[in-house]
Structures are given as structure tokens and as C-alpha cells.
């Protein structure tokens, strides 16, 4: 018996088990297909497999079934349905209880053996917003960091979309699972999670792979590993669906005695159903077998077609009303502070009660960008208070902020009317520059010169060209005493390219253009190539982030309008398929303490997780839309089209839209916040930000556009568009 996808993969079924082939090449297989975690009297997990008993085929479908039986006298009876669907199969089980005795709960298996290796460095591995590659760059406790693991597993709800790919690095052939349809339920809120709790009401699955000994593994609460042998030997690396979900292996961060008593503790979280004799589930995933050539078209393909299946609706927004409350609620948050002018730091929300009051050039302050924005919308829409008070940010920045080194200070505290000792990050300096330069053009556009305005950022660009290491390359941050570097990591390098061009158009020195060319070529083969998307949170250790892959973008996206050059289009589009990986493009039940808070009504997809790990997020892909919209126009790919629409207005969930949810300035967001465990957690604060990434590339859509929105943009014709697109003929 077996079935053929579309793309020539055959899964066979013999012997109780299955396998996949491919020009007569085995490639995956499980002899065992019916496997269960069983929740003992003794309240740890014991692990049960076995061959089908029976397998028949109907048409384009294999229906396979059998009994699990325990030690203990438990019954587990398992259904199993396999058929084509498309590229892929979908496999459906139900695992009903038909016998108990003495066991409290259980879960099931779905896997497939990876046949070529059991090596687990043989693979790279894709968990959106969790795993790329082979996570060197995650944090100690972030999954797939330690791989001295048996199970690497996850609850899909930490994954922006609920799949797992693994591809062998030498063939290119792929695997992965992903969840059928986005139908999460919520939990039994009346259950606190635990270690091994079980919850009739779960209906979040894990997805992952496994390498397990012939032993069971349990972790008790001081991390000590108990262990007892199993009568069947594991089958090798295994990709998996476990249902209901597990989280494990993964390094405790919770005690610290931890490191004294066991030096490297993990601990498992599991969730069982009730062994209550007639209690069923049922659970369904895609399986989709590909070979590529590469991880960048596995990744794509592998996130795009989950996106197809699964993606949230658009959450309908009138992007012109917002833009203008957002406005107005920037100028009415920007005052004088003694000698500075500028925006508190953080406000708790829905009241704005201000909670600090410290300006930071760029990064989560976005000072200067919030000046320029402030600018030009008192101007264009006769706001005369809005646009003093941008000119007065603007100005505050220019006259206090520059050194002798040629770097901007990063932070103003107007409490001690001075500024804070931090680094000179490379990307918060580059925020900045970009956005006092703006400021310059457009008001040099008006007919009014701001010479101290190029004066500062020519300085701070001057800098740069001098201080850029042999191989194009910036560090991380720099000495404020000397301007030495701080830190040697070179990730962030991609950050200062889009301001070095815009200067070399307004200035034509030719030593701009030439270090940002320098510093992409860097960029291209380290950035681009590795996927080191690293290091631009100035908050976070230098590990895989999301904004690493924006600046990205960035970079080469100007690059690209610069030069006109395939090699970095090629890089921005591949910095467009990593960076979109981080949108949370499903949704599933999220409860909300907060009577006010837009997610009391709304959804949480365009969410964006910060750093690796997931499990929440902010709105700052917000930041995209325009990006995304200007890759479509070039490249023609409805992909990306769809893309921007939906994270210009699904971010926007997390928004007092129009004032409904009552909050003292409407059109406000959260920060951003954690909603794995399907209750939302939150500082439940605004900073500057947050509103600066939404109003950005809603300014910079109808700069080049004319529109507010995507389907605004989409009036013009094509050859419009790309006419408009064209934005360099014109930024000077």
C-alpha cells in the first residue's frame, strides 16, 4: 500500500510500519507509528510503542489502527489516517482510552526517522522565531543552543507559524511538520502549569525532533534526571509531533543552586489528556518532503506554505485616521524638559502615566526620527505646534549630543541635564543620523537651510569612514572614552550603509558611497550568507534577533536602489524571507487581565517575537510594510504584497485604534508582551518606539505612493509604481 504526492514522494506502509522514499532511496520511516507518553500513579512519563495492527487502504487514503497496550494494563487505541494533500500528506490520529487501570494521563506521537543520519550537526533546522540553522547564536537556555538533548521540543505556540523542518545539509533533502489548521482552543484556565499536569482542555501540540536513549526521562523539580530502561530500542533522529504539547529539553533558569548540585539541569514541561476510559482526541498535521537547493529555499518554501494554509484574515484599519491620532499623540507627549526637548521614555498605559523620563537617540527612544516625523507633519497637515516641536528635537540633539570623536551620545537624562553613560552603539547612532538627515532634506526641499544639521551627521559619517575596519566592517559599540571598541562582535555592520548612501546623495563624497559598498560586501558574505542576523537589540547579547533581519532590509534594499545590482537584491530578498519568519501570522485564544487593552477584543497575530525563543512579541514589524511593498513592486512576487498588508494591519491590533479601549491618547500600543501560556503578559506600557515604527513607514507609503495604505498604493498603475519606486532619483 502507499500513496505518491505531487512532487514524487511515496510513503509506503508495510510490516505495521511506514517509510518514505524517493528514486528508491528511503529517506524516512517509523516501524513503530503508535507511540504514547503515559502519565503514571507514580506521576512520572513512561514511553510505549508499537507497530500498527492493521492497515488498509481507501482510495487516495491509508487508514492504519491499532491497540497500545501498557504494562500497567492500559489500552490506548489509535487511529491513524494518512492521505495526499498536494505537495505534502495530511495525517489525522485519534487516541481514544480503551482501557485504564492505574495511569493519570497520556499524550501521543507522530515521527518520522531521519533514515540518511542520526547525527543531529547532519541537519539544519527551521522553528520560526526559534530555530535557524543550527542556533549558534541563541541564548544558553533558548532551545537547539545545548545540543547534548534527547528531545528538542516545543509547544507550537511559541513558533510564529506551527511547523519544524529539519534538511540534510549535505543532500538538501527536507522534512517538515506543521500543524493542519489553526484551531487551538483555550485551556482550562482553572489549572496552573506544571511540570506534568493534565488538562482535558489543551489543544496545543509541540512540534520538534528527538534523539532518546532506551530510557525514559523524567526531570525531578531540583533537575536530578530519572531514568528507567524501556524494552525497545529507539529508531535514531526523529521529527515530531507530540499532542498535547511538550516543552523540553531545556536548561533551567530558575535556581540557582542548580549550577552547585547537578552543574547542567534541564527540565521537561508536559501536558497529558485524562486516561478516563472513552475520553478521545484528535489532532491533524501536514508532512511535506522537499529537496533544495539550500537552507534559504527550504526556509521560504517551508514558511510560505504554512502562511498559504494558516495565515489570520486582515484586521481592517483606516491607516489615515491612525496616523494622524498617532501624530497628534506624539506632539502632545513631546515638551520641554529645562534645556531639552523630548518625549518620555516609557508611560504606563491606559492612564499615560509617565514611569521615566530619559531620551535615547534611536533604538526604543527613536528621538530624532520622532523630531523629523513631528516635521513633517506639521507641516504638510498645518500643525504649527507639531512642527516647532520637532524642530525643537531636532535642534535639542544637534547642539548637545555630538563629541569630539564624531559619534553622537545616545542618551539624554534631562534629570541630571546630561547624558547617561552608554556605549556608542553602532545601530542606536545610525537611527539617529538617518533621521536628523531626513529632517535636512526636507527642509532644505522647503527652501530652508539647516547647515548645523549636515554639519553633525557629515561629522558623525566621517567618523565612520574613518574608524571602518580593513574588512569593511563596524563593531557592535564603542568606548565613549576614547572610542575604542566595546564590542567586538561586527553583526550590526549592515545598520550604517542606508545613511552612508542617503549622505553621498546629498553631499556626493564619494567616501560615503564607497564604505557603505564596503561594509555590504561585508555584509553579504557574513550577514547574508551565514544568516548571522545578530545583535541589533542594543538591549540584548549579540544573538539572533528580528531587527537584525530588518536592518537588513534596510541596507540592502538602499543598496540596491543605489547600484541596481542583482547581488543585493538577492541579499535583500533573503533578508525579506528570514525577517518575515518572525510574524506571528496565526492567532489562537489569548485571555487579557486588562478591562482596557485592545487584545480583550483583538487577536495577536502580527506580533513579532524580539530574540530567539518566541512565545510573544511586539508590533515592530509594523516597521516592514513599506519595505515589503517596495520588494513586491521590484520583484513582481504577490507574496510580498500580501505580506505588507498584513503586518501594516494586523500589528495594529494591539492598538487603541481610534480610542475605544479608552486610553488617555488614542491610537496607542503596548511595548509588547508574552502570550504562549494563552494569558498575556505585560509592563502593559507605551514607548516612543512604538509609535515611531507605525507612523514611519505610514509616512514614507505616502511619500512614494501617495496612499496610506496597501490597497491604496495598488491604484496606481505598474508602471507607475515603479516609476515611483525609483526613490533615489529624487531623495537629494
Known amino acids: 500500500m502507499k500513496l505518491t504526492s505531487e512532487n514524487g514522494y511515496v510513503m509506503q506502509f508495510e510490516n505495521g510500519g511506514v517509510e518514505v522514499i524517493r528514486d528508491g532511496h528511503v529517506l524516512y520511516f517509523n516501524r513503530r507509528p503508535m507511540y504514547a507518553l503515559i502519565k503514571t500513579a507514580l506521576s512520572i512519563t513512561e514511553f510505549y510503542d508499537a507497530p500498527y495492527d492493521f492497515v488498509e487502504q481507501d482510495g487516495e487514503r491509508v487508514v492504519a489502527q491499532g491497540i497500545l497496550k501498557s504494562p500497567t494494563g492500559a489500552e490506548l487505541a489509535m487511529r491513524d489516517t494518512y492521505e495526499i494533500a498536494g505537495r505534502g500528506f495530511k495525517v489525522s490520529r485519534t487516541t481514544t482510552v480503551a482501557r485504564n487501570v492505574d495511569d493519570y494521563g497520556f499524550a501521543s506521537k507522530l515521527s518520522f526517522v531521519l533514515a540518511d543520519s542520526d547525527d543531529i550537526l547532519a541537519y539544519d533546522y527551521f522553528a520560526p522565531a526559534n530555530w535557524y540553522r543550527q542556533n549558534e547564536y541563541a541564548k544558553p537556555y533558548s532551545m537547539g543552543y545545548d545540543k547534548d538533548c534527547e528531545y528538542f521540543w516545543r509547544c507550537e505556540v511559541n513558533y510564529t507559524l506551527p511547523l519544524f523542518a529539519a534538511q540534510n545539509r549535505m543532500t538538501g533533502e527536507a522534512i517538515m511538520l506543521s500543524r493542519w489548521a489553526a484551531n487551538v482552543t483555550m485551556r482550562d484556565r482553572n489549572f496552573v502549569q506544571s511540570e506534568h499536569i493534565v488538562d482535558r482542555k489543551f489543544t496545543i501540540g509541540a512540534i520538534g525532533f528527538s534523539k532518546p536513549e532506551s530510557r525514559t526521562l523524567n526531570y525531578l523539580y531540583y533537575g536530578y534526571p530519572l531514568r528507567k530502561s524501556i524494552p525497545t530500542a529507539r529508531q535514531g533522529l526523529t521529527v515530531d509531533y507530540v499532542y498535547p504539547g511538550t516543552d523540553g529539553e531545556l536548561p533551567r533558569t530558575d535556581r540557582g543552586y542548580n549550577v552547585d548540585y547537578m552543574m547542567r539541569t534541564k527540565t521537561m514541561t508536559r501536558v497529558y489528556h485524562p486516561m478516563e476510559e472513552g475520553f478521545a482526541h484528535t489532532f491533524a498535521i501536514a508532512v511535506d518532503f522537499a529537496r533544495f537547493d539550500g537552507y534559504y529555499p527550504m526556509m521560504r518554501a517551508a514558511w510560505r506554505s504554512v502562511y498559504a494554509r494558516m495565515a489570520d484574515p486582515i484586521f481592517p484599519v483606516?491607516?489615515?485616521?491612525?496616523?494622524?491620532?498617532?501624530?497628534?499623540?506624539?506632539?502632545?507627549?513631546?515638551?520641554?524638559?529645562?534645556?531639552?526637548?523630548?518625549?518620555?521614555?516609557?508611560?504606563?498605559?491606559?492612564?499615560?502615566?509617565?514611569?521615566?523620563?530619559?531620551?535615547?537617540?534611536?533604538?526604543?527612544?527613536?528621538?530624532?526620527?520622532?523630531?523629523?516625523?513631528?516635521?513633517?507633519?506639521?507641516?504638510?497637515?498645518?500643525?504649527?505646534?507639531?512642527?516647532?516641536?520637532?524642530?525643537?528635537?531636532?535642534?535639542?540633539?544637534?547642539?548637545?549630543?555630538?563629541?569630539?570623536?564624531?559619534?553622537?551620545?545616545?542618551?539624554?537624562?534631562?534629570?541630571?541635564?546630561?547624558?547617561?553613560?552608554?556605549?556608542?552603539?553602532?545601530?542606536?547612532?545610525?537611527?539617529?543620523?538617518?533621521?536628523?538627515?531626513?529632517?535636512?532634506?526636507?527642509?532644505?526641499?522647503?527652501?530652508?537651510?539647516?547647515?548645523?544639521?549636515?554639519?553633525?551627521?557629515?561629522?558623525?559619517?566621517?567618523?565612520?569612514?574613518?574608524?571602518?575596519?580593513?574588512?569593511?566592517?563596524?563593531?557592535?559599540?564603542?568606548?565613549?572614552?576614547?572610542?575604542?571598541?566595546?564590542?567586538?562582535?561586527?553583526?550590526?555592520?549592515?545598520?550604517?550603509?542606508?545613511?552612508?548612501?542617503?549622505?553621498?546623495?546629498?553631499?556626493?563624497?564619494?567616501?560615503?558611497?564607497?564604505?557603505?559598498?564596503?561594509?555590504?560586501?561585508?555584509?553579504?558574505?557574513?550577514?547574508?550568507?551565514?544568516?548571522?542576523?545578530?545583535?541589533?537589540?542594543?538591549?540584548?547579547?549579540?544573538?539572533?534577533?528580528?531587527?537584525?533581519?530588518?536592518?537588513?532590509?534596510?541596507?540592502?534594499?538602499?543598496?540596491?536602489?543605489?547600484?541596481?545590482?542583482?547581488?543585493?537584491?538577492?541579499?535583500?530578498?533573503?533578508?525579506?524571507?528570514?525577517?518575515?519568519?518572525?510574524?506571528?501570522?496565526?492567532?489562537?485564544?489569548?485571555?487579557?487581565?486588562?478591562?482596557?487593552?485592545?487584545?480583550?477584543?483583538?487577536?495577536?497575530?502580527?506580533?513579532?517575537?524580539?530574540?530567539?525563543?518566541?512565545?510573544?512579541?511586539?508590533?515592530?514589524?509594523?516597521?516592514?510594510?513599506?519595505?515589503?511593498?517596495?520588494?513586491?513592486?521590484?520583484?513582481?512576487?504577490?507574496?510580498?504584497?500580501?505580506?505588507?498588508?498584513?503586518?501594516?494591519?494586523?500589528?495594529?491590533?494591539?492598538?487603541?485604534?481610534?480610542?475605544?479601549?479608552?486610553?488617555?491618547?488614542?491610537?496607542?500600543?503596548?511595548?509588547?508582551?508574552?502570550?504562549?501560556?494563552?494569558?498575556?503578559?505585560?509592563?502593559?506600557?507605551?514607548?516612543?518606539?512604538?509609535?515611531?515604527?507605525?507612523?514611519?513607514?505610514?509616512?514614507?507609503?505616502?511619500?512614494?505612493?501617495?496612499?496610506?495604505?496597501?490597497?491604496?498604493?495598488?491604484?496606481?498603475?505598474?508602471?507607475?509604481?515603479?516609476?515611483?519606486?525609483?526613490?533615489?532619483?529624487?531623495?537629494?
Not at 507627549?333 to 537617540?361: A, H, I, K, M, N
Not at 557592535?476 to 553583526?491: F, V
Request: glycine share 8%; charged share 20%; hydrophobic share 35%.
Open 318 to 732: 483606516d491607516h489615515e485616521r491612525h496616523y494622524r491620532l498617532s501624530m497628534e499623540s506624539l506632539s502632545n507627549l513631546t515638551r520641554q524638559y529645562g534645556d531639552s526637548w523630548g518625549l518620555p521614555f516609557s508611560c504606563q498605559l491606559p492612564q499615560l502615566d509617565v514611569s521615566s523620563v530619559s531620551f535615547q537617540f534611536g533604538f526604543v527612544g527613536q528621538q530624532p526620527g520622532i523630531g523629523y516625523q513631528l516635521i513633517r507633519y506639521g507641516d504638510m497637515y498645518q500643525r504649527p505646534e507639531a512642527y516647532q516641536k520637532g524642530l525643537n528635537i531636532v535642534d535639542f540633539w544637534v547642539r548637545t549630543a555630538m563629541t569630539p570623536f564624531g559619534a553622537p551620545q545616545n542618551c539624554y537624562n534631562p534629570t541630571i541635564s546630561g547624558f547617561e553613560p552608554m556605549p556608542f552603539w553602532t545601530r542606536m547612532i545610525a537611527d539617529g543620523l538617518e533621521n536628523i538627515l531626513d529632517a535636512y532634506v526636507y527642509m532644505k526641499k522647503k527652501g530652508e537651510e539647516r547647515a548645523e544639521w549636515l554639519a553633525f551627521c557629515a561629522k558623525a559619517a566621517d567618523r565612520f569612514v574613518r574608524i571602518q575596519n580593513e574588512d569593511g566592517s563596524w563593531f557592535r559599540a564603542y568606548n565613549t572614552e576614547d572610542d575604542s571598541m566595546r564590542m567586538d562582535s561586527k553583526a550590526n555592520t549592515i545598520s550604517v550603509v542606508r545613511f552612508l548612501i542617503q549622505m553621498y546623495l546629498v553631499t556626493k563624497k564619494e567616501a560615503y558611497r564607497a564604505a557603505a559598498l564596503k561594509a555590504g560586501d561585508w555584509a553579504y558574505d557574513n550577514t547574508y550568507v551565514k544568516l548571522e542576523y545578530r545583535g541589533s537589540t542594543c538591549d540584548n547579547t549579540d544573538i539572533t534577533d528580528n531587527e537584525s533581519g530588518i536592518y537588513a532590509m534596510f541596507g540592502f534594499l538602499s543598496l540596491y536602489d543605489l547600484t541596481g545590482e542583482q547581488k543585493w537584491l538577492d541579499a535583500l530578498i533573503g533578508a525579506a524571507d528570514y525577517t518575515e519568519s518572525w510574524t506571528y501570522c496565526w492567532s489562537f485564544p489569548v485571555a487579557c487581565p486588562w478591562p482596557n487593552h485592545p487584545f480583550t477584543k483583538n487577536a495577536i497575530s502580527g506580533q513579532s517575537p524580539v530574540t530567539l525563543g518566541g512565545g510573544g512579541g511586539d508590533m515592530y514589524m509594523a516597521a516592514c510594510a513599506y519595505i515589503y511593498y517596495r520588494l513586491y513592486v521590484i520583484t513582481g512576487d504577490r507574496h510580498y504584497r500580501d505580506y505588507a498588508e498584513f503586518i501594516h494591519n494586523n500589528t495594529r491590533q494591539a492598538n487603541d485604534l481610534y480610542g475605544e479601549f479608552g486610553y488617555a491618547q488614542p491610537g496607542l500600543s503596548h511595548e509588547g508582551g508574552h502570550f504562549a501560556g494563552q494569558v498575556f503578559m505585560s509592563h502593559y506600557h507605551w514607548l516612543p518606539w512604538v509609535t515611531y515604527v507605525e507612523v514611519d513607514p505610514v509616512s514614507r507609503l505616502y511619500d512614494t505612493f501617495g496612499a496610506y495604505d496597501i490597497a491604496g498604493a495598488d491604484n496606481l498603475s505598474p508602471e507607475e509604481r515603479a516609476r515611483r519606486n525609483r526613490i533615489y532619483d529624487h531623495y537629494a
